[in-house]
C-alpha cells in the first residue's frame, strides 16, 4: 500500500505477484509497507500478512476512505497455467525432498479455487499474467508513476513446460470446473 502514490496492490498465488510487488515497492515510503511478507506460518501476533484478501485489508484499515480512493489491483493468471505453476513451485521449492505426488494425483485430489474468489472482484484493476508489462505499464499510468520495466524482476520462477502439456482432457475439466468463475469473468481458455 502506498499512501503517497494512493494504491492498494493486493499479492495473490502463483500470478508474478512477488515480481509486480518488488516492482512497485520503490514507491511506498517506510510507513507504507504493512506487515508480514514472509512465508508462513504467519507470525502469531501479525494482523497484516502476507496473500492478505482484499476483505482482510479493507477490514484492518478501518477507515474506508483509503480504499474507496486508491486503486487497487492485483495479478491473475490463466487457472490451467497457475496451477501447474503452483505444483512445480510446492514440489520443487517448498517440498524438495518429500514424496511428490505426480501433477494428476495433485490435480485430481484437491480442490481448486480462481482467484475471482480471492479478490472478492473487489478491485479497480487486474494485471493479467499474460499480459504483464502491458499492464504493468497500464497500472504507472493511471497512477502517474515512472515506468522503466528492466526493473520488473522474475523471482519464484518455476521450470517447466507449456502448460497443456500437462493435463489430460479429465484434468482440464476438472480445473474448469473449479475455477469456473474466473474463465468466465476473465474470459480465460485452455491452450490460449
Not at 492478505?52 to 474506508?64: A, W
Request: proline share 4%.
Amino acid at each position: 500500500m502506498s499512501h503517497s502514490n494512493k494504491f492498494i496492490y493486493v499479492k495473490s498465488y502463483k500470478t508474478a505477484s512477488t515480481s509486480v510487488e518488488i516492482f512497485f515497492e520503490r514507491f511506498c515510503k517506510n510507513l507504507d509497507i504493512v506487515g508480514y511478507r514472509g512465508p508462513n506460518p504467519v507470525p502469531k501476533d501479525c494482523t497484516w500478512y502476507n496473500h492478505m484478501t482484499p476483505s482482510k485489508i479493507k477490514e484492518k484499515l478501518g477507515d474506508d476512505s483509503a480504499w474507496n480512493s486508491y486503486l487497487k489491483f492485483g495479478c491473475v493468471r490463466n487457472p490451467w497455467d497457475r496451477i501447474v505453476s503452483s505444483y512445480f513451485f510446492e514440489t520443487t521449492i517448498l517440498l524438495p525432498y518429500n514424496v511428490k505426488p505426480t501433477f494428476e494425483e495433485y490435480c485430481m485430489t484437491r480442490k481448486f479455487s480462481g482467484l475471482s474468489r480471492f479478490f472478492n472482484l473487489d478491485m479497480d484493476y487486474y494485471i493479467r499474467f499474460e499480459k504483464l508489462h502491458e499492464d504493468i505499464q497500464n497500472v504507472c499510468s493511471l497512477l502517474k508513476l515512472p515506468c522503466d520495466m528492466s526493473l520488473l524482476t522474475h523471482k519464484k520462477k518455476t521450470n517447466h513446460k507449456h502448460y497443456t502439456e500437462y493435463y489430460t482432457d479429465e484434468m482440464r475439466d476438472k480445473i474448469a470446473r473449479d475455477c469456473r468463475d474466473d474463465i468466465d469473468f476473465f474470459n480465460y481458455t485452455f491452450g490460449e
